[in-house]
């Protein structure tokens, strides 16, 4: 058990007694575990994703699980479902890459057959013998026959003119296409992970932050009605008491709400049981710094984004295409050979009879309507579609780091403003407390300087938690995934 009661789950079977215990009791439980661990095993989803809750039970929050933000991208990147579909993309290209180099092997055929027939135009043959001959040939002297056919095919293409190759080397590309596009997901997961937590920070303070306006706003209610009893205060204080209070507390529900969606989305995004939610556990603080200038940081993200890497496959893969096209118009050369058994029952021959075949084979395409020309158009008109999406990924980059870079200088800024005004209302509310203490100053004054430290303490937190978006926007920007040495042609 924790300082405070709640119960420390240290594996799956305390978890499942204690998931019973709580729909049996109807009391909500808070679970824990070390946050210098891996998240657990019991914050995964069920196996199947096809299984969804049918009892009102199955989707009741039992408690709210507190995690890291290390922990969160973790589940995350684990657990979260556009990611995995990305995952399985990239699984079924390599087969289908697997399935073009195929075409660099020859083909095998077998087949085999066995036929029995009980021809009418023999029955009618025979007969007609019997009707003039008076007997039957010694050749055809059943209607009804056997044969056992097998045959062993071989064909293998030996000039296609780019096409085999063109073919290979666009299922790569693709692949390597599909791959890049997990990177950028797992980056685009890492940010929207980091903002979802930094939104339920934001909003936890906001529920302390009207929380201590309300309590502020009862003690001045209570103020005034307690000088309006005494003589010396108004109605209209009191009635301008109770407006504020009751303006504090919707303030106070609007901000629990805020609060619930918050951790609602972040549960969303790690794909968490259905009965479970989350809370953050980090302090608020600042999340890093960033040392380098903005030049190099441009030039770092301009060689590190898999966005632009992708536009040099699509590129590779309308030129591999164009290849493929081209080829249709081009001269295919070809070799086959076969070999077969066959036995048949009314021939007169006992035994197998054993046959092969063996050739090449040249085809050329002369003439097909311009269909080659306008596909191999197609694939140039393509190949700079991607060349001037580059440039246009690469100028969006650049604005990206730039717009993040000074976002995260102003935030930096803001904190230390933060970091002062704090100062300034510790100061005051010491102040405060020392004229109320002498009977020159007044007990709202001193309400007052604790909704003035309450609210710069929230401007601190809001300020750090701008700096770790702008932060995490900057990483973001910058990206994690190399390029190849074309790029920096192309760059």
Do not use: C
């Not at 989707?59 to 995995?84: F, K, M, S, W, Y």
Request: net charge negative; charged share 20%.
């Amino acid at each position: 058990m924790s300082d405070r009661g709640t119960p420390i789950i240290a594996n799956a079977q305390d978890l499942t007694l204690m998931l019973d215990g709580a729909i049996a009791q109807d009391s909500p439980i808070k679970l824990q575990f070390n946050e210098n661990t891996p998240p657990p095993r019991y914050l995964n989803p069920h196996p199947n994703p096809l299984r969804f809750p049918t009892l009102a039970d199955d989707v009741t929050i039992i408690g709210d699980q507190p995690i890291t933000l290390d922990q969160a991208i973790e589940l995350a990147l684990r657990n979260n479902i556009d990611l995995q579909n990305s995952v399985v993309s990239v699984q079924r290209q390599q087969e289908n890459l697997r399935s073009a180099e195929a075409a660099l092997w020859p083909q095998l055929d077998l087949t085999s057959s066995y036929t029995w027939s009980d021809s009418a135009n023999a029955r009618i043959s025979i007969q007609r013998q019997l009707e003039i001959q008076g007997r039957v040939s010694d050749l055809q002297t059943d209607s009804s026959s056997t044969s056992w056919n097998t045959e062993l095919r071989l064909r293998y293409n030996i000039f296609t003119a780019g096409s085999r190759d063109g073919n290979i080397r666009s299922a790569r590309e693709r692949l390597r296409l599909l791959e890049l596009e997990v990177e950028r997901q797992t980056e685009d997961t890492r940010l929207s992970v980091s903002e979802a937590y930094y939104n339920i920070q934001n909003t936890d303070q906001s529920v302390v932050i009207a929380e201590s306006a309300v309590f502020n706003s009862e003690k001045s209610l209570a103020d005034a009605q307690a000088l309006e009893r005494a003589g010396v205060g108004t109605q209209f204080d009191v009635l301008r008491s109770e407006v504020q209070l009751a303006n504090d507390q919707q303030r106070l529900r609007q901000a629990q709400s805020d609060q619930q969606v918050a951790r609602r989305t972040l549960a969303r995004l790690l794909d968490l049981p259905p009965n479970l939610g989350v809370s953050a556990s980090d302090p608020i603080e600042l999340a890093g710094t960033w040392n380098l200038p903005i030049e190099e940081t441009i030039v770092l993200a301009l060689r590190s984004r898999a966005e632009l890497e992708q536009q040099i496959a699509q590129r590779e893969i309308a030129r591999q295409e164009q290849r493929v096209a081209r080829a249709a118009s081009l001269p295919q050369l070809a070799a086959f050979a076969s070999t077969n058994l066959l036995d048949n029952s009314d021939d007169g021959v006992s035994g197998l009879t054993e046959g092969y075949t063996a050739g090449l084979q040249f085809s050329w395409q002369l003439f097909n309507g311009g269909a080659t020309g306008a596909a191999v158009r197609d694939q140039e008109l393509a190949q700079t579609a991607a060349e001037l999406e580059f440039a246009n990924q690469r100028n969006q980059v650049r604005l990206q780091v730039e717009q993040s870079y000074y976002q995260l200088e102003a935030s930096l800024q803001n904190v230390s403003t933060a970091e002062a005004a704090l100062q300034l209302a510790e100061d005051s509310l010491d102040l405060a407390r020392l004229r109320f203490q002498a009977g020159v100053g007044t007990q709202t004054e001193v309400i007052a300087a604790q909704n003035d430290l309450t609210q710069a303490q929230g401007n601190r937190v809001e300020a750090i938690i701008g700096y770790n978006r702008a932060l995490a926007n900057l990483r973001r920007a910058v990206g994690n995934h190399p390029l190849t040495d074309e790029i920096d042609v192309t760059l």
